[in-house]
C-alpha cells in the first residue's frame, strides 16, 4: 500500500493513494479533493512510466487520494501515484504490499526532484505504524531524522526497485554536537564555534563598542530579546549579526523543530539534515505582514517562524510596517503564531530571540556628537509610534550605541568571538544544572518554565525564590529601582531575569547588588523619552 502526506500548515495527514484499473476509454482520473497540482500529475505521471521504461496501463485508471474530505495540493503526489500505478500493474516493488511512505515529483524524464515537508511527513509516518520511506535522494537526511527506513531514490526506476529494509536508517547528525551529549561537548562546540564566526564574522574585527558586546553577551546567555539603538555608523549592525556565532548549539528536539518548519517552508538545502546551529532569519524592511508571521492560501510559516529557536533580526526596525511589528508581540509572550482562517486555526512554533537596530530618529542624527538632529517632535512621535510602548516593554535589553572616538579605534578588540562563546556556554551548563537541581527540589514545578526551556527569559515569575535568589544588598537595590523607576510588573520581572543571566555569566548562585545594577541599566534605556531622546 502506498502512502502520501498532505501537508496542512506545519501538519498534515497521510493520504491513502488507491489505483484501480478497469475496461474503457484509457484515460486516468484522479478523485479525493485533489488540486490543480495534484491534478497535472496525471500527465507526468504517464510521461514519466512510459520514458523510465515501463507501460501505462491501456484501460481507465481511477486514482483515489484518502480521506475524500481533505484538501491535497502540491506537486509530492506525482512518485507515490506512480508507484501505486506500477503496482496496480503487476510492475511495482512487492515491498508496497506493507504499507510504505511515499513523496517526490516527477520530471518527464522520470526523474525525481526534491519536496517540501519530508520530515514533517516522516514524523506524521511513525505514529501510523509506518516504518519504511521512498523519498527523493534530496530529502535522505531529513528523513532520516525520524528514524524511519529510508531508501533515497533519484528515479523512478530506483523506487520501482525498492526492496524493504528491515532496520532504520543510521542518523549522521552532522559536525554539530549538541550540547547534552557528552561531557567533553563544550570543547567540541569551540571548534565548532569557530567555523560558526567565519559565517557570520568575528566580534575581535570591531575595534570598540564593548558596551554593545556586553550586552549581546548577555542577550545570548539568556535568550533575552535586544534593541540597538543609535546613530548611523557607530556598529549596531556588525555587531548584532555577529551574535548568532556565540550561541550554543541546538540539541536534538529543538533540532528537530526547527528543521520541519524549514522543511514545510521549503526553505531546507538539499542533501542537508538536521539544522543544530540556531536558525537566523533578517528580512528586509519592506517585507510584508505575511512574509514575517506567515499565512498565505494554503498557510506557511513566515519569518519568525522560521527563526524558531533561533535570531530574529530586525535592521533599521524602525523602517518596518507597523502592523509587521506589532504582530510580533503575542510571539514574542506565547512563542507561536496562530493563523485564524475559516475552516482552521494554525499554529506555527515561533520562540525567537528578537534583535532589532534602530536609529535614535528618522534622519538618524540624534544622539551624533557631531551632526544635529533636524526632526521635529511630530516626525520623532511617528517613527517612535511604529515601535510603539507595548512592543518596546517586551524587550528586555536596550542598548544605547554611540560612536567611537578615532583614539578608540586605533587600540586592539578586548573580546573576540571565541571568547564570548566560551561565557555563553558557561552560563549555559550553570542554567542546566540550576533547571535540573531546581526541578527536583521543586517537586517538578521548575519544568513548567516553558517546557524546561533552559532562556532565562522565559522563568517565570512565580519561581523567582527558588532559581533567582538576591543578596540582601541586591534585595534593597532592587525595591529602590522599582520605586524610583515606578517599573511595571513585566519591566520589574525582566530586570531579575537579566541579573540571573549575568550572574549565570559570572558562575554565581546568588544574584549580587553589581548584577542587578547592571540588569536596571539595561531596562532603563530609553524610558525617560517616548520619542527616543532618553535613548542616547
Known sequence: MVYAFALDGQDGILVRVEVDLRAGIPGTDVVGLAGAEVKEARERVRAAIRNSGFEYPKKRVLVNLSPADTPKSGAAFDLPIALAVLGACGAGPYALEQGVLVLGELTLQGQVRPVPGVLAAALAAEPAGLTQCVVPAANAREAEAAGLGVCGVESLRDAASFRDRSEPASVEWGTCIPSCADPCAGDRQNIVGESVAGETGDFGDVIGCEETKRALE????????????????????????????????????????????????????????????????????????????????????????????????????????????QALREPMEDGEVRLARARAVYRFPARFQLIMAANACPCGNRGSRSRPCMCSTAELSRYWRKLGGPLLERVEIRVAVR??????????????????????????????????????????????????????????????????????????????AVDRFELSYRAAAAVVRISRTIADLEEKEMIGRDALLEAVTYRRTGDEDPYGGGML
Open 218 to 325: 548577555v542577550a545570548g546567555a539568556g535568550g533575552h530579546h535586544a534593541v540597538l539603538i543609535g546613530p548611523p555608523g557607530t556598529g549596531k549592525t556588525m555587531c548584532a549579526r555577529r551574535l548568532p556565532g556565540i550561541l550554543p548549539d541546538l540539541g536534538r528536539n529543538k533540532a528537530v523543530a526547527a528543521t520541519r518548519l524549514h522543511s514545510v517552508a521549503g526553505k531546507l538545502k538539499e542533501g542537508s539534515g538536521l539544522l543544530f546551529r540556531p536558525p537566523v532569519r533578517s528580512p528586509h524592511h519592506s517585507a510584508s505582514l505575511e512574509a514575517v508571521v506567515g499565512g498565505g492560501v494554503n498557510p506557511r510559516p513566515g519569518e519568525a517562524s522560521l527563526a524558531h529557536h533561533g535570531v530574529l533580526f530586525l535592521d533599521e526596525a524602525g523602517e518596518f510596517r507597523r502592523d509587521v511589528l
Open 403 to 480: 560612536g567611537e572616538r578615532a583614539g578608540v579605534l586605533d587600540g586592539p578588540s578586548q573580546r573576540d568571538t571565541r571568547a564570548l562563546r566560551t561565557a555563553v556556554m558557561r552560563a549555559e551548563r550553570v542554567q542546566r544544572a540550576r533547571i535540573e537541581c531546581g526541578h527536583q527540589a521543586a517537586g517538578g514545578g521548575v519544568g513548567r518554565s516553558r517546557g524546561g526551556s533552559l532562556l532565562n527569559r522565559d522563568i517565570p515569575a512565580d519561581l523567582f525564590p527558588v532559581l533567582c535568589p538576591l543578596t540582601d544588598a541586591a534585595r534593597r537595590e532592587y525595591g529602590r
